[in-house]
T-cell receptor, first 112, second 116 residues
Framework: DTGVSQDPRHKITKRGQNVTFRCDPI?????LYWYRQTLGQGPEFLTY????????KSRLLSDRFSAERPKGSFSTLEIQRTEQGDSAMYLC??????????FGNGTRLTVT | AQKVTQAQTEISVVEKEDVTLDCVYE???????LFWYKQPPSGELVFLIR??????QNEISGRYSWNFQKSTSSFNFTITASQVVDSAVYFC?????????????FGGGTRLMVKP
């Protein structure tokens, strides 16, 4: 059990560019979650998957955001046409069924 | 709509002091779950506790204790004999009955600084 792994740890991009983040959950966990945390705030729920099915999406997830979990293992979160307001820490978490979440260290996105 | 308020944005104590972190929540659900997470400087959120709305018993785990009071919609967290390693941001969170609560609404967090 190596924990939830996120890549990259940091990403700096120019406004208007597309970015993609990856999350590898704990191997036996069937549920995977994405949260976003801006500086000085608590995390905000974005979306979650059970196996490969995306079951919930927050209103925070605009149409520029898309998340996938194609084989029910790792997940990707893509942001198209990034804006400065997208700058935040993107947190991935996983769980086995309804057990409490295990969070990764996050990907810090800076949009210049 | 759900809401979690952590009125204390920052607390500073000296090692060995006791400290209580306040959490007040709002929800219309009759079944809900309350959580506390710790976020040390490394950034990874660490799960501390989950309680459901039907269990108002206080809980103690080592130096940590939690006081859940439905009458005041509060779920406060006390650290006894604080240590420097307790320095972190602590988040209280709430979820509804769906999915047994892993779609969490977090409070704004309380930064705890424990000085030697």
């Amino acid at each position: 059990d190596t924990g939830v792994s996120q890549d990259p740890r940091h990403k700096i991009t120019k406004r208007g560019q597309n970015v993609t983040f990856r999350c590898d959950p704990i191997s036996e966990h069937n549920r995977l979650y994405w949260y976003r945390q801006t500086l000085g705030q608590g995390p905000e729920f974005l979306t979650y998957f059970q196996n490969e099915a995306q079951l919930e999406k927050s209103r925070l997830l605009s149409d520029r955001f898309s998340a996938e979990r194609p084989k029910g293992s790792f997940s990707t979160l893509e942001i198209q046409r990034t804006e400065q307001g997208d700058s935040a820490m993107y947190l991935c978490a996983s769980s086995f069924s309804q057990a409490p979440l295990h969070f990764g260290n996050g990907t810090r996105l800076t949009v210049t | 709509a759900q809401k979690v308020t952590q009125a204390q944005t920052e607390i500073s104590v000296v090692e060995k002091e006791d400290v209580t972190l306040d959490c007040v929540y709002e929800t219309r659900d009759t079944t809900y779950y309350l959580f506390w997470y710790k976020q040390p400087p490394s950034g990874e959120l660490v799960f501390l506790i989950r309680r459901n709305s039907f269990d108002e018993q206080n809980e103690i785990s080592g130096r940590y204790s939690w006081n859940f009071q439905k009458s005041t919609s509060s779920f406060n967290f006390t650290i006894t004999a604080s240590q420097v390693v307790d320095s972190a941001v602590y988040f209280c969170a709430l979820s509804g009955p769906n999915n047994a609560g892993n779609m969490l609404t977090f409070g704004g967090g309380t930064r705890l600084m424990v000085k030697p």
